[in-house]
């Protein structure tokens, strides 16, 4: 009888690398019957619902033709026993409860063809058991009380959820992970963390999800801590689709982002002058160390083929310096090269990502340039098929100020010592950049990285601060466009106020900015809106009459800054900038439905908070504290809510980088200067340290995933 279980289970295993990933689930009628082993042991916290679990499994299978062996014994976990099962699914289990030798006959089964199913706790089990990592997905870091919260069901196609709507509201306990599985496996349902307390993985956090493993099956849910939950029709359907998965009954795709495996860096198959070196906050506890000018790593396992888009998790408290990723060999094809920054500390991480171009098909290889010494060490890295402008919101817009200067590119400090300050360690801001006091014209560092953040944040649309004809932030221009290209970011304009402007200038500045940049392929023009470009003209009250501007809108956007529709005669929509009153969102409903009746483009701005303090000493303007990032989702809740923000067609965010007024998503250091009293990111959506620094742009990706 264990015979024929196995040959049954190798035949459904061959079928389905015959057909392939996306095949059409066969229907419960067809499938054959099937033994499950349902094991419960627990070395940790025992959850009350796991009898009520094992008996609702058992009623399904009833229901559906399978057989339940319940256990707490890992004896039972032989080669010989586990041969009899077409799925193993660990129910709540908890801590180490598995020796090596039930470890080992539980990767031999699943490797070889058989199914896994982890319910809830089976991520807080085999910490020391690298491979049960993998298996899982992700291990458990910490929950919040049970509350209710609302799923969104990312896959609707997979048999465990093909019974659901777009979202799903339940209650029960919301694990948080260590990491995030997304780039190892197919993500099945994911929370929204905006819908309850607690949640700490920002704008990404998976909770149901599933992905092959070996010539087997794996598939995990962190839903099931109540015994209310096995009540619930919807989640007993979702065990049932996910245990037909695990055993080979039905196929699915389950497939990983293409290309978004994670690697590790320090598994490299040649190189030359690099070693692995430890380091126990990095992926494995290991990184890609000891890296000079000149280095190289080869990973034999890797394939460049396809390859559009290279992110790495990075460290340096060396020089910092530039990985190249080339196909074939250290000296091959150049596919696309990115900065990395000094982190501050060998520990300390940040994310770096960069578009490849070029065709390829031979192995990777990263080379590494920079200064003298040490320059950064690699922890892990992925390469994407998807460009990576397909990830961006165009309807998203981050204003970027291009103002600032250093003695090192402009030749002197520039907008840094505002306030009366001196830089470099004292600068006009109330926070000081991860990047120091940097200089906007500094195109293959600030700028590119700069770029590269914005790409992490899911905006598509940069708004430049625009100060006039030869005006220094217009001599930038080309660069930064040049700049955001290569990433597949747009940009439009900011026009700001500049003395003795006018509606007649501004009509002759729109006209300078099409003809002189219009061409350009960063140039931002909106597809919904007839291919218009778009032009945000601050204070724009500040002129009473603007007839001048219809020689214009026929082909460009230009939006007023104000929500009094009856001041927006002749503009094309409106904004609001201002990063204090989308707390409260006075007016914006009404300007949005107004927008909306009229076909005008509305664009409420919010902001993460604002403090100028340094910048402008004895300034009354209020502030607004960053409260860990809830201000920041307060603004974002009360742009998308249509009963408060009006349905806008774009969210502009205030700011990428305007330091003086503290409203900044650019990365802000978690260590800066001392004797300065500067602020940090520290405790932001609950990060500390480099993700600290990043947060506030992941929360964006967050929320433009939402908007989007």
């Known amino acids: 009888m264990n015979l024929m279980r196995t040959l049954r289970r190798c035949t459904a295993v061959a079928a389905m690398s015959l057909l392939g990933a996306l095949i059409t689930p066969m229907s419960t009628a067809h499938a054959a019957p099937f033994e499950v082993l349902v094991f ?19 009623t399904l299978g009833q229901q559906n033709d399978f057989t339940i062996t319940a256990t707490e014994d890992a004896g039972a976990f032989t080669t010989a026993n586990l041969a009899a099962y077409e799925a193993v699914v660990f129910l709540n289990t908890t801590g180490d409860v598995l020796n090596t030798t039930q470890q080992t006959a539980l990767q031999s089964y699943v490797d070889g063809g058989g199914g896994y199913l982890g319910v809830h706790a089976a991520a807080d089990t085999e910490y020391d058991w690298p491979y049960y990592g993998q298996l899982v997905g992700a291990w458990f870091q910490s929950h919040p009380a049970i509350q209710t919260a609302t799923i969104r069901n990312e896959d609707r196609t997979h048999p465990a959820t093909s019974h ?9 306990e919301w694990y948080n992970y260590r990491a995030n599985p997304r780039p190892n496996v197919h993500v099945l349902q994911t929370l929204d963390e905006s819908s309850y307390s607690g949640g700490s993985m920002g704008g990404d956090h998976p909770i149901t999800w599933c992905h092959p493993q070996g010539q087997g099956r794996s598939f995990y849910t962190g839903l099931g801590h109540t015994i209310e939950s096995y009540a619930d029709a919807n989640f007993r359907s979702l065990l049932l689709g996910g245990l037909r998965y695990a055993a080979g009954q039905v196929s699915a795709n389950c497939s990983a982002p293409a290309g978004g ?11 030359s002058g690099v070693q692995a070196a430890a380091h126990a ?29 290279f992110t790495a998790k990075v460290s340096s408290a060396g020089a910092g310096g530039r990985i190249e990723v080339r196909s074939g060999s250290a000296t091959g094809t150049l596919l696309g090269s990115v900065a990395v920054p000094v982190t501050g500390g060998w520990e300390t991480f940040t994310t770096v990502t960069t578009t490849l171009t070029g065709s390829a098909t031979g192995p990777l290889f990263l080379r590494f340039t920079g200064g003298g010494g040490a320059l950064f060490d690699v922890d892990t890295f992925s390469l994407g098929t998807a460009p990576i402008a397909d990830a961006l919101d165009d309807n998203v817009h981050l204003f970027y100020y291009p103002w600032y200067g250093s003695p090192a590119v402009n030749g002197s400090w520039r907008h840094w010592q505002q306030g009366g300050r001196t830089p470099p360690n004292d600068v006009g801001a109330d926070f000081y950049p991860t990047l120091g006091a940097y200089d906007s014209g500094d195109f293959a560092g600030a700028v590119e990285q700069h770029m590269d953040w914005v790409v992490r944040s899911g905006a598509g649309v ?21 700049a955001a290209a290569e990433k597949g970011i747009k940009v439009a304009w900011h026009l700001e106020p500049y003395g003795g402007r006018s509606a007649a200038s501004t009509v002759a500045d729109i006209q300078y900015i099409n003809s002189t940049y219009g061409s350009h392929p960063a140039f931002y023009r909106s597809a919904d809106h007839g291919g218009k470009n778009a032009f945000y003209v601050f204070q724009s009250l500040d002129i009473p009459d603007w007839t001048a501007l219809d020689q214009v809108t026929g082909n460009s956007i230009v939006l007023a800054q104000t929500t009094d529709t009856t001041r927006i005669a002749h503009f094309s929509g409106m904004y609001t900038y201002d990063g204090i009153a989308g707390a409260t969102a006075p007016g914006w409903k009404q300007a949005g439905d107004y927008a909306r009746a009229n076909g005008l483009i509305w664009s409420p701005s919010v902001a993460p908070g604002y403090v100028d303090d340094r910048a402008v000493p004895g300034n009354t303007t209020p502030t607004v504290a960053r409260a860990n990032g809830a201000a920041y989702d307060r603004q974002w809740n009360n742009a998308l809510d249509p009963a408060i923000g009006g349905n806008p067609t774009w969210v502009s965010v205030t700011s ?29 959506y609950g990060q500390t340290g480099a993700a600290a620094e990043t947060a506030y742009l992941d929360r964006t990706a967050y929320w433009a995933g939402r908007f989007q």
Request: hydrophobic share 30%; glycine share 16%.
């Open 261 to 271: 495996g994670q690697v590790e860096a320090e598994s490299y198959t040649s190189g």
């Open 40 to 58: 419960s042991k627990t070395a940790g916290f025992r959850h009350d619902a796991i009898p009520t679990g094992i008996n609702t499994l058992r």
């Open 281 to 309: 906050p990095a992926s494995g506890g290991q990184t890609l160390g000891h890296i000079d000018n000149g280095d190289w790593a080869g990973y034999s396992g890797v394939t460049t083929a396809g390859a559009r888009t």
């Open 462 to 482: 940069l708004v430049y601060s625009w100060w006039g004809r030869g005006s220094y932030e217009d001599q930038l221009a080309r660069g930064v466009l040049d």
């Open 164 to 172: 659901l709507g777009a979202t799903w509201t339940r209650s029960d």
């Open 656 to 684: 990428f980088n305007e330091w003086h007024e503290g409203s900044t998503i650019e990365p802000a250091d978690s260590t800066p200067p001392a004797g300065q009293n500067y602020q940090t990111y520290n405790g932001a």
